[in-house]
Structure formats: C-alpha cells, structure tokens
C-alpha cells in the first residue's frame, strides 16, 4: 500500500518552455505532499510543502513564480516549472504523507528527471 | 531548526560482512521520528528502518538494525551480512512529530555505500 505515482519519469524541454509534473496517491489521501529537487550525489533538497486546497509553503529561496504547485486534490499535486532554463535541469521527487498517520514515514514517488537545452 | 549530519560521504564492505553508517542529529524536541532511506541508481527512495524517539529499544528489520543513542542524539545503521543488492545512497532523515502531517523530512547529506563481490 502507499503508493505514489510521479510522471513524467524524464523529461526534456527547450528553455522558456514550461512543464508539468504530476505527483499521485493512488491508494491513500495524502494530506500533505512534499517537493524535493535533487542534484546527482547530492541530498533532497525541501522545495515546497503543498496542502490540498490552500497554497503552498515554499521553502527560503525557492521562487514560487517559477516553480508553481497546486495541490487539487487529496491525490493529486502539481509542479510546474515555468520557463525553464538550463539550470533548472534536475531530479525532482514527490512525497506524500498519509492523512491522519501522520508519524509514518513519506512515501515517494519516482522521480522525474527534467532536462532543458 | 533540526539538523542531520552524515560525516562520511562514501564507505565499503566486503559482501557477507557487516558495516555501520553513521548519523548524528541535532533537535530541542524530544518526540520526533528517525528515518533511514536507501537510494539505489534507480533513484527511488526506499524506506529501510525508522525509529522512534519515544522508545528505548533500537529498531530491527531483517538484516537492519540501528543504535539510537538519545542523549548524544546519535543514530547508526548497522547493516549485517552485506549483500551486492545493498550498495546504494543511504539518507539519514529526522522528522518532528510536532507538526503533524505537515512536518517535513531533514535529511543528512548521504553517504554511498558500495560492496566489493
């Protein structure tokens, strides 16, 4: 159980494109999901904390015009990268807390890997 | 702000052998959870064992185990009889119960496991 579904798994966009990441619970309400971006060998690196309904929080230093979530719904949060640029290419990872087991661990999703030239 | 520090960015062990990675944290609270995910090329974050800080008794999971040491907020994975499968990105990670389902994961910077056959 717990699964999160992410997609796309990769991704390559032209720079000043923009493009959409779909992060899904596909067997539990996520009360809560989570961004992280991640460079290679690196640590996940907090983006935004998303819940369902309300705006995201979006961590010190994360533009929030250019990285655009919504959180829809209890299985279903967005991340768009808006106008991308070549230093936007990274791993971004989805998480999602389960409603109301709030001291479980997060479940991840896949990750998608975005690349802009 | 709680802090994670993995000060060992690569390790090996011989396959069948036994290996200890190290975490230390850093927290006012005293009720929160500790997390260890392991990250293969894959990029899926897997979750390996979790504690926690409520109680005493280290947690086990197969050939997993850990040494959570409360008072020198300190808490090592202690993997037994290595195995190829096992090489991979482990993340030490603490998450505050305070918050609820909004309380974020703080990872530690990671350390590479690799297994020499």
């Known amino acids: 159980g717990a699964v999160v579904s992410q997609h796309p798994s990769w991704v390559i966009c032209k720079s000043g494109t923009s493009v959409k990441i779909e992060c899904r619970s596909l067997d539990f309400q996520a009360t809560t999901m989570f961004w992280y971006r991640q460079f290679p060998k690196q640590s996940l690196m907090l983006m935004a904390t998303?819940?369902?309904?309300?705006?995201?929080?979006?961590e010190q230093g994360v533009e929030k015009d250019k990285f655009l979530i919504n959180h829809a719904s209890l299985t279903l949060s967005t991340l768009t990268v808006t106008s991308a640029h070549p230093e936007d290419s990274s791993f971004y990872i989805c998480?999602?807390?389960?409603?109301?087991?709030?001291?479980?661990?997060?479940?991840f999703g896949n990750g998608t890997r975005l690349t802009v030239t | 702000a709680q802090t994670v520090t993995q000060s060992q960015p690569e390790m090996s062990v011989q396959e069948a052998e036994t290996v200890t990675l190290s975490c230390t944290y850093d927290t006012s609270e005293s009720d929160y959870y500790l997390f260890w995910y392991k990250q293969p090329p894959s990029r899926q974050m897997i979750l390996v064992i979790r504690?926690?800080?409520?109680?005493?008794q280290n947690a086990t999971e197969n050939r997993f185990s850990v040494n959570f040491q409360k008072a020198a907020k300190s808490f090592s994975l202690k993997i037994s009889d290595s195995q190829l499968g096992d090489a991979a990105m482990y993340f030490c990670?603490?998450?505050?119960?305070?918050?609820?389902?909004?309380?974020?994961?703080?990872f530690g910077k990671g350390i590479t496991l690799s297994v020499r056959p």
């Open positions: 998303s819940n369902e309904g309300s705006k995201a929080t979006y």
């Open positions: 998480s999602a807390s389960v409603r109301r087991e709030y001291n479980s661990p997060l479940h």
């Open positions: 504690q926690e800080a409520y109680k005493q």
């Open positions: 990670a603490y998450r505050s119960r305070r918050t609820g389902a909004n309380s974020k994961l703080t």
